[in-house]
Each structure stands twice: as C-alpha cells, then as structure tokens.
C-alpha cells in the first residue's frame, strides 16, 4: 500500500537529459515516538493526534528546522518520523519532538484518552528526549546516489524486540544471502551492544565475534542492540533503547521501541531486512508488560493490538530518501507474503494464552510490569513455616 504522506515532493516531470543521481549531502533521520494516549484503551492513536502532530512538524519545515517529516502510529504509540541537518541528539530537533508530543497530550485529555500524557515523564524539557519518556532512534548519513531505509515502529514489547531481527539481517547467512554471495557484505558488520541495567557498552566484530555476540544479546532483559555498522564505518541501523521502567523506576507505560535501517548497495536487500521478521519469535510486553507473545508483523492499519492487548507488533514503513526529503512510505507488511507469519502467530498466541498466568507466558517475577506479590506476601507473611 502507498500512503504518501502529506507534504511528500510533488510529481516530478521527467527530464529528458537526466543522469545518475548524485550522491546527496549529510542529514539526520530521526524517529521519535511516544504514547501521549490511547483510543480507546491502549489500542489506537486518535487521528486527531495525527492532525496535530502533523500540524506542528509542518510549521518546523516551513522555518527550515525540519527538511521532511512523516507523522505515523504503530497501536497506541505516536511516531514522529523527521529528517533535518542537525545530527543526532540535537537539542533543536529533541525539543521539537518534546513540543509536538506535548500538545498532543493536550489534545488527548481534551478527549479524555486513555493514559493522556503517559510518556512524558518531566515537567519540563531538559535538552534532550532521552530519558524523558520518549523513544529514540537517530541516524547521520550520507545520503547515497539511492538511499532506501525502512522505520521500523512495534507495540506492547520492549527495545529487546529488536535483538534477534537485527541479528538475522546482519549476521546470520540464512537469512541474509549477501553476507555469503555481496562480496561487499562478506566482511561483516560491527555491533553494538548496551548493558541497559549496569549502563555501560561493548562493540562485537562480526562474523570474527558471532558466538560472543550471541552469548548477550538472548539475555534480552540486559543487553540490547544499539546500532550496527559496515567495518568502513557506514552507519547501518540503530535501535531506540530506552527502558522506561528503568527511568522512571515504576511502571509508567511501555518502551514500545523503533529502529531505523539502511538497505541495499552492500547492506541487507530489503527483503532481507523484512525476511528477519518471517519468525513471529517470542517477546517479553504483552498484557500488562509481563507476558510473552510473538511478535506479529503487521501493516498500519493492522497495528490495532486487540487480543489481550497484544499480541504485540511491528510495522515497517519503506522510504527513498532524496535530498533529504521523505518519498514514502510503503506500508512493507502488507503484503500477503506475511499472511503465514501472522497466521504462525496466533497459533503461537493462542498456545501461550493457554498458560494463563504460568510461566512462560506470565513473565518471571523481577521482568513483570504489574505484580501484587508484595502485597500478597505481607498478607501471608505469619503463614509461612520452616521445611523440617
Ligand atoms: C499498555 C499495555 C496494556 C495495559 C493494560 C492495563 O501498553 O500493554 O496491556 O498494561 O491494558 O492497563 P491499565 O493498568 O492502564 O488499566
Ligand atoms: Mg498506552
Ligand atoms: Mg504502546
């Protein structure tokens, strides 16, 4: 489907002379998104948050701040999808973003939507998103002579979401043929892996550091993908890794996470990119943050997290970027080549709902989100007697 967003380049009439495309300048993609409120429920972003954030992205581009923009939703989450010379972690653009999520919450508790404002967790904007609520992924490029990316947007499941997508399209062979047969791929790519409890990170060479890679990045509670890039230093993809629950140290909401990622010309094919979600695998944010269930590639319209709240999503939209200016997006799940996959996933869904409140469905104790154990226990606490 072709969803041309508003503001896209206008039709350009063909030039008879044309050459080759020249590399472009440097800019900055920035995907930013928040749940400023759900509709109803934590299932849907209201259009007239659309309208809005549309609205606000619009005047920046008009005063030069933004070179593009694209308004989107993935379930109950907002995302602001924005291109702008100002590189990554830029106060200008962080602030912008910050502002647009802002009045939209005001919008929503003007309709009274659910959970109005949820993600914003200051006061006041501090100089940079991060940490704040929100939930970035920026990339710095060069743009190329053709530049594809795909933004990749889910609902109802962390930034850990990513690990094992990122790793089939860079790392792994049966996934991603160009490692074997793209003699520019056949070098590798570098990862880099953040510890998002002890706040530290560590950079793995790949395919050298395949089976050390992998020996952190399955603890998806702790280490998570950050970005990856080609050994010539070309940026490749980056995630959004903020933990909300670790920010705000109780449960405000989810870090429903985004990522953005280069394709083609010695990075994964498209379909290789897309291909990495061909398995609905299993993540932890389902039902109040402390389920597992596969995760379901879906289109937009799709992405309406119905079934106990869940199960939980992803949305890829498809991009040429052409002078900076967003020509897009294609909707790249909705396409019946993903009917088995979501089909696999409500199988696998059902399977887990069958658990009910068991592991490994039900999350373990120290990951879940909502939990009256302490209450529980205090309650019980003089019941409880030594094993002889
Ligand atoms: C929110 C989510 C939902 C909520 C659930 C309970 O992103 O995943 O499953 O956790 O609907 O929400 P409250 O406690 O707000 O009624
Ligand atoms: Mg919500
Ligand atoms: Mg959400």
Known sequence: MTTQHKGAPARQVPNKTWKPAAAGARITLSAIKADVGGYPGHMSVHPHLIEEAEARLNEARK????VDYCVS????DLELIMTHKEGVDSEKIHKLAWDVFYSCAGVAHGLKLYGAGQDLLADSFSGNVKGMGPGVAEIELDERKS???????????????????LYKMFADPFNTAGLVIDGSMHDGFVFEI??????QKIEFSCPEELYSLLAFIGSTGKYLIKSVRRKDG????????QKLSLIAGKYVGKDDPVAIVRCQSGLPALGEVLEAFSTPWIVAGWMRGSHNGPLMPVSRKQA???????PPRVVALGFQIAHGKLVGP???????SFDHVREEANHIGSFLRRHGPFEPHRLPPHDMEYTTMPEIMNKLKGRFRKID
């Open 147 to 165: 530049e594809p990316v795909v933004v990749l947007m889910a609902d109802k499941t962390g930034p850990s979401a990513w690990n094992l997508p």
């Open 73 to 76: 939703s993935c379930g109950d």
């Open 194 to 199: 953040h510890d998002v409890k002890e706040h």
């Open 63 to 66: 005063d030069g701040l933004l």
């Open 234 to 241: 070309t940026p490749a993809a980056v995630s959004s890794t």
């Open 304 to 310: 309406t997290p119905s079934r106990f709240d869940g």
């Open 330 to 336: 294609i909707d790249l799940f909705d396409d019946p």
